[in-house]
Structure formats: C-alpha cells, structure tokens
C-alpha cells in the first residue's frame, strides 16, 4: 500500500561525524594513528596515513563542532514548520534533503580551510536537516489514518535509526581504512547517498493521495476527509490557542526532556566507549550500530503494539501514548541511574547503554504521533516548536558536559551526567502524564479563518440574496 511506501521514504541521511571525529583530532600532535612495524608495506601504509589531514582539537572545540549542527536544526526547526504550512512537506523535505548532502560534501573541505568555516558549515547543515521533520509530519498528516497512526510514524522514522545502523560501522570502517581516503571518503559517500534518496522523493512522494497517480482508487477512499485542498495552506496559524494549549506544551516539554538524552547518547558515548571504556574504532562503529538496531526494534514494535491496542480497544489513544511514554522516559531513566553501579563492568555498561538508546527510540509512538493526534492541519507548526526546543538540547547537552570534563575524562563525571539525564527524563515524563492529550485541540480548519476573509465572505453572500431577493421588472 502506498502510505507504507511514503512513511518509509519520510527519512533522511544523517552524516556521523561523531565516528569521523574521532579519526580527525587522534594523533593531532603527529605521531602516527598505526602501530605497524618498518616493512615495505607497512611503510606504505604510515604515507597513506600520514596524507590523510589530522587537526589539533582540544575538548571545547571537538565539543563545538559536534553541537554546531544542533544551533542549525534549532533555529531553522520553527521556521521548517511555517514554510512547511504554506508549500507542504514534499518540496520542503526535498530542498532539506538537497542541501544537506552538499553540506556534507563541503565538510572535508572546511576543516582543511578553518575550524570556524567547518563551525559555519555544520550550523548550515543543521539549518538544512531542520526542515525535515516538519515537513515529515506535514505529509504523515494526510497519509495516516488514527489507529495506523504509531506504526506509520514509527516506520517513517526507522529510515533514520536503519541508516545509524548502517552508517556506524561503515564509518568506522571507513575512517580506519587508509588505503580508501579515510576519514574524509565517509562523507563523500554520505552526500551522494542523500543526493540519490532526493531523486527518489522527488519521483515517488506526493503531497496527498489525490494527487499521486500511482496509488489505487480504494486507498485514496480509505485516506479520504484527513487531508485538505491547497488553498487551506494559507490560512493563518492561531499562535494565541498553540502557546496557550497544555496539551501542546505537554508533548513539547517531555519531547525537549526526551532528546536530551538521546542526542547526549549519540554525540558523546562514542567518546565514553573509546577514551573511558577503552574500545577501538572499528569495535565503536559496531556497537554504534547496534545501539541503532535497538532503536529501529525498540521504536517499531511500540508503533505497532501502540496501534494493536487501539484498533482492539484494549486502549484509548491517549492511554497508549502514556503507556509507551512510562516506557520510553522513565524505565530509561532507571537505568541510566543504574550506570554507576556497573563502573567495573564496561560489558555491563554496555548493555544498560544498548537498552537506554532502544527505549528512547520510542519517542516517535509517545510524542510525535501525539501531535497528530491534537492536530493535524498545523501539525507542521507544532513539529517545528517540538524540533526548535528538542535540537537545543544537542549543543545544551555537550556544553554541559564540556564543563563538568573540566580537563579530565573520569567515570564519575560521565555517571554524574548520566544522572542528569535521568533527572531530566523524569521532569519530561511527568509533565506529559499530567497534561497530554489525544483530541483535536484546534477544532476546524473554518473556526481560524482570518476576521477579514469572513467578513468579505458574508459581505459576498448577502450580495448574493439581495440579488434573489430584488423583484424583477416587467
């Protein structure tokens, strides 16, 4: 069925530069990255090296970079929600889709030239992937029926965890192999990866289902009445009932306390698992990748358990999404608690990472289905505060952390960080259990029309009756 194809296309390439990173600043001070012994070949193999462009990064700036693309995603995030409104999901996310792979292709390019223009191509890219989830959700909102809800949303996102899993160890193969161009090859194939998956939006995605001519009659009666015509893109936003709705601010508040975590995971438990836990790179990029196996298994099946239990009514909506909130938030937050315990165990460590990063991965069945479920029409518009918020965590996260370093490196600082997370996880979920909701809050689209088109409106009708009211003359 087509809406399964549109939510496994709603996915975008995201480039790991928090594999990369690490290849790029080890041994800044010019000793080579290879222990190889003075054969012929192993000669060749410190050129090889030696020709691949390390940099002398301290704490601060690696954390720099690494946040960079999060101010991006922030700032653009609201703006994605907006543009979103007016023009659909479908050019947005292609444009995003666009410039983000252009980006990437650049990023090899800037470190050589500065760290500053590398900083400014980072917050570009994030600017760029920033449109992507409003403009997702823009299209989920007419392809999408409410007991399907979870399990398309859910699919929608599995493209980004599916691409960590392929992405992570592929990195690290990548960026250990010399011979193929190392570190900066990785980005290249990433850009031209996104380049193809923008052909194939443009070609197969359509804004509706009325308009793609590839999909059966039967569907487009099935998704009939959840979607509305263009000209309903141009009617204003009520800004006064969003800011003002609890239910909007419940799943913003526990969606921000969500990626905090989730983002901390991904940015810096690479750096935890090699300079604290003592793992190689190639052995980073695989547990990586098992951290994103978690996450697609973790965030499907609760799609489409979440869906199993409404269409059988064992649930109501908003039970479901509480259910899987509990779930995802606070049984997380346990085990990051839990971390500290397990400091003479990095195998221990591990697994509790491994089970926090798949039950985060629910995010999309608790909040981002939620929103759909208060709102459909400015379901971009909601996203877009959801992103704005969420992604500033992703640098918030790293300068917090960058702080309590202060210069070292221990397990007690990271497990103090853990537990910030979990603090934080906590205040999230509480706030969604005592606030969410599962109506339409918005009501229909005709109640937001502006006071001067209803007033040309009824102008135009009572026109109309004098007309048919006025006697004729003989």
Not at 33 to 53: C, D
Not at 349 to 378: E, K, M, P, R, S
Not at 382 to 391: A, D, E, F, V
Request: aromatic share 12%; proline share 3%.
């Amino acid at each position: 069925m087509k809406r399964y194809l549109v939510a496994g296309m709603c996915s975008m390439v995201k480039v790991n530069l928090n594999i990369a990173i690490i290849e790029m600043v080890q041994n800044s001070t010019g000793n080579n990255a290879l222990n190889v012994t003075l054969t012929t070949k192993a000669t060749r193999s410190k050129i090889i090296n030696k020709e691949i462009p390390r940099y002398a990064w301290d704490e601060k700036t690696r954390q720099m970079i690494l946040g960079a693309v999060h101010y991006g995603y922030s700032v653009s995030a609201l703006l994605g929600g907006l543009v979103t409104h007016r023009l659909g999901g479908k050019r947005v996310n292609l444009f995003s889709l666009l410039s983000s792979s252009i980006l990437t292709a650049l990023i090899p390019w800037s470190a050589g030239v500065s760290t500053d223009l590398l900083i400014v191509l980072r917050v570009l890219d994030g600017m760029a992937q920033g449109l992507h989830n409003p403009a997702t959700l823009s299209i989920l909102a007419s392809w999408s029926v409410p007991h399907e809800r979870s399990t398309l949303v859910s699919i929608a996102y599995f493209g980004v965890a599916l691409a960590e899993v392929i992405c992570n160890p592929l990195s690290g193969w990548i960026c250990s192999d010399y011979k193929l161009g190392g570190w900066p090859l990785s980005f290249y194939i990433y850009s031209a990866f996104g380049v193809v998956t923008a052909i194939l939006w443009a070609v197969l995605i359509y804004e509706t289902p009325d308009k793609d001519p590839f999909i059966s009659s039967n569907e487009v009666v099935y998704l009939k009445g959840l979607y509305t015509e263009d000209k309903n893109k141009k009617i204003s936003v009520p800004w006064l009932s969003i800011l003002k709705s609890s239910a909007v601010w419940a799943v913003v508040i526990a969606y921000a306390s969500s990626m905090f975590g989730f983002f901390f995971i991904i940015t810096e438990v690479p750096i935890f698992i090699s300079e604290v836990l003592g793992f190689n790179l190639k052995t980073i990029g695989w547990l990586m990748s098992i951290l994103g196996i978690m996450e697609c298994l973790f965030g499907l099946l609760s799609g489409v358990c979440a869906d199993f239990f409404i269409r059988r009514e064992k649930l109501t909506i908003l039970q479901a999404r509480k259910l899987f909130t509990i779930l995802s938030m606070g049984l997380s937050a346990f085990l990051l608690s839990c971390i500290g315990f397990f400091q003479d165990s990095a195998i221990l460590c591990l697994i509790t990472l491994i089970l926090v990063f798949g039950l985060l991965g629910c995010y999309n069945t608790c909040f981002t289905a939620n929103v759909l479920d208060i709102t459909q029409h400015y379901s971009s518009v909601i996203i877009g505060i959801m992103s704005c918020l969420g992604s500033s965590t992703g640098f918030i996260g790293p300068s917090l952390f960058a702080a309590l370093l202060k210069k070292k490196n221990t397990h007690d600082q990271w497990y103090l960080m853990f537990k910030i997370i979990a603090g934080i996880q906590l205040f999230g979920l509480t706030i969604f259990l005592l606030f969410a909701k599962a109506e339409e809050q918005f009501h229909s689209i005709e109640e937001n029309i502006s006071k001067k088109e209803m007033k040309s409106y009824n102008s135009l009708n009572d026109t109309s009756a004098e007309v048919v009211d006025r006697p004729t003359e003989d």
